[in-house]
């Protein structure tokens, strides 16, 4: 425990092992969907893609299952309160939260809604000449099938955009509020206001019965 102007500090748990996991896959799964597109390789695409909608959906799930700051309910805010976290952003002393803050919280809702949104429109999109389409093209028409792929690459810029943004939102909590985000999502612990709160957390084995049936869904998807 240190103090720090006057304010007592302590090392503070504050990420599960599933929450860290997931947000190093994510990193990797994306930029691989990144890059298999761009080269061509529509089949590791495609497996990434199925990956991507994987642990999309555990991310979801775990919101509402997982340890306290893993939960939606322990973080996600009104408009309200997203603008008062807002207008203060810049005080260092002005709310320091153990998980996400309001607006960390909102960039989270939409991203995973934008990464799910991305994953569908994948499965259903057909190609010009109709070859490496979504395994649940033929559902559609291809005029339908053509305005999913436009989707899909629309959708992607959005995510692209949205990542700048955490991107820049890190470097601004480093520099600005003194807050080390990257290495809190690596450890899991970060250095917090001794204020008497500790998250709960649950045991693995919640976050191993909640990833076996996605994975064999994933499998299922994979051989249609």
Known sequence: MVNTGGSVRKRVRVWDLPTRIWHWSILILFATCWWTADTDHMRWHLFAGYGVLGIVSFRILWGFCGGQTARFSSFVRGPAGVWRYARKLRDRDHYESLGHNPLGALSIIVMLSLLLLQTILGLFAVNN???SSGPLSQWVSYTTGRRFAHWHADNF???????GLHLTAIVFY???RGENLVSAMIHGYKSHRSSGETPYFVPLWRAVLLAVPILIGIVLLARI
Request: charged content about 15%; hydrophobic content about 60%.
């Open 157 to 163: 810029n959005l995510l692209l955009f949205l990542i």
């Open 129 to 131: 000449d109709g070859g």
């Open 174 to 176: 480093r520099l600005v």
